[in-house]
């Protein structure tokens, strides 16, 4: 922790309680999460498309333990606001195993992006995105057509699973957008307080996913598992899938979270981030000049 005036009469024990307590800065934040999306970004497509796969997986959890609630509570008014806690699962699983989930990469590729500028940024950025949307969805896929089989579920759970299925795919393509572009908000929103958590990491991801589930809002991989299902069971062609659930949701999640956080977040911080490369440039500029006479000096005679 840099030396305040504020700390001036703590003691090097209480500095220390008072660091661990401290909250990281912006700076540190946009850092930390940058950091993490250059190494997303430098993954083989393979491991990318295993860790997708795995995470698309791992979602439909968050469809399966709604729909395992619901079928066990009674009909209330609030039964509902009680089952809208297992939305959350998946999410907690998949953050808490580091797995790549796409909604996740509209904040962490996309800081290395609008930092750096660059062509190579952008292709990898894209490549990271196909790669890990296209398994996103094929876990969500395979996760429903597994539900899906006759006789797996008892017989309360199977009309709990259609229940939430029905209503995944209802909405117009404009409705569907802003319940998505909210929903991306609130999932980068989450990714970018994740870092400065600590133990805290699976009580923020199941508050901020709890909002996503309670106001109904859409999310592109956790709402496919539930489309999915409608589509398998008969209830929705491919093509309501497609054009009211996917393409409205993806460009919903992703407008929210890129807009509403990455580039505000990145742009309260971008001056400071200016400064320092600034700073590191003339430094370097420096070490470069002091070497250059360095040389020079042992090269003259009598040296």
Same mark, same amino acid.
């Given at each position: 922790m840099a030396e305040d005036s504020s700390f001036q009469h703590l003691d090097d024990g209480e500095l220390r309680l008072a660091e661990r307590h401290s909250v990281p800065r912006a700076f540190l934040i946009h850092e930390i999460i940058r950091n993490e999306g250059e190494e997303e970004l430098e993954r083989k497509a393979g491991a990318l498309a295993l860790s997708g796969l795995a995470a698309g997986l791992s979602m439909g959890f968050s469809f399966l333990t709604e729909a395992l609630l619901l079928a066990g509570l009674p009909n209330t008014q609030w039964r509902y606001t009680i089952a809208s806690f297992g939305y959350a699962v998946g999410f907690i699983i998949v953050v808490l195993a580091r797995q790549q989930l796409?909604?996740? *990469?509209? #904040?962490? /590729?996309?800081?290395? @992006?609008?930092? =750096? =500028?660059? =062509?190579?940024? @952008?292709?990898d950025t894209l490549r990271l995105w196909l790669v890990v949307l296209a398994t996103n969805i094929a876990g969500t896929w395979?996760?429903?057509? @597994?539900?899906?089989?006759? $006789?797996?579920?008892?017989?309360?759970?199977?009309?709990?699973?259609?229940? #939430?299925a029905n209503k995944a795919i209802t909405l117009g393509f404009a409705s569907t957008f802003v319940r998505a572009f909210f929903a991306g908000w609130l999932i980068a929103l989450m990714v970018w307080i994740l870092p400065s958590a600590s133990n805290s990491r699976p009580l923020i991801v199941l508050l901020i996913t709890y909002v996503?589930? @309670?106001?109904? #809002? *859409?999310?592109?991989? /956790? $709402? *496919?598992?539930?489309? /999915?299902?409608?589509?398998? *069971? $008969? $209830?929705a062609p491919l093509s309501a899938y497609a054009l009211h659930f996917f393409f409205p949701t993806l460009l919903g999640n992703m407008a929210g979270g890129i807009v509403m956080v990455s580039v505000l977040n990145h742009g309260s911080i971008a001056p400071e981030i200016e400064e320092r490369l600034t700073n590191d440039e003339k430094q370097g500029r420096r070490i470069t000049g002091l070497k250059a006479t360095l040389a020079a000096d042992r090269k003259k005679p009598g040296r």
């Amino acid at each position: 922790m840099a030396e305040d005036s504020s700390f001036q009469h703590l003691d090097d024990g209480e500095l220390r309680l008072a660091e661990r307590h401290s909250v990281p800065r912006a700076f540190l934040i946009h850092e930390i999460i940058r950091n993490e999306g250059e190494e997303e970004l430098e993954r083989k497509a393979g491991a990318l498309a295993l860790s997708g796969l795995a995470a698309g997986l791992s979602m439909g959890f968050s469809f399966l333990t709604e729909a395992l609630l619901l079928a066990g509570l009674p009909n209330t008014q609030w039964r509902y606001t009680i089952a809208s806690f297992g939305y959350a699962v998946g999410f907690i699983i998949v953050v808490l195993a580091r797995q790549q989930l796409f909604t996740e *990469s509209t #904040l962490t /590729a996309i800081l290395p @992006l609008i930092t =750096r =500028r660059d =062509r190579k940024t @952008l292709m990898d950025t894209l490549r990271l995105w196909l790669v890990v949307l296209a398994t996103n969805i094929a876990g969500t896929w395979i996760f429903a057509a @597994l539900v899906h089989a006759p $006789g797996l579920f008892l017989t309360p759970v199977t009309p709990a699973l259609q229940q #939430l299925a029905n209503k995944a795919i209802t909405l117009g393509f404009a409705s569907t957008f802003v319940r998505a572009f909210f929903a991306g908000w609130l999932i980068a929103l989450m990714v970018w307080i994740l870092p400065s958590a600590s133990n805290s990491r699976p009580l923020i991801v199941l508050l901020i996913t709890y909002v996503v589930a @309670l106001a109904k #809002l *859409s999310h592109v991989i /956790a $709402g *496919s598992a539930e489309a /999915a299902y409608e589509v398998l *069971s $008969g $209830g929705a062609p491919l093509s309501a899938y497609a054009l009211h659930f996917f393409f409205p949701t993806l460009l919903g999640n992703m407008a929210g979270g890129i807009v509403m956080v990455s580039v505000l977040n990145h742009g309260s911080i971008a001056p400071e981030i200016e400064e320092r490369l600034t700073n590191d440039e003339k430094q370097g500029r420096r070490i470069t000049g002091l070497k250059a006479t360095l040389a020079a000096d042992r090269k003259k005679p009598g040296r």
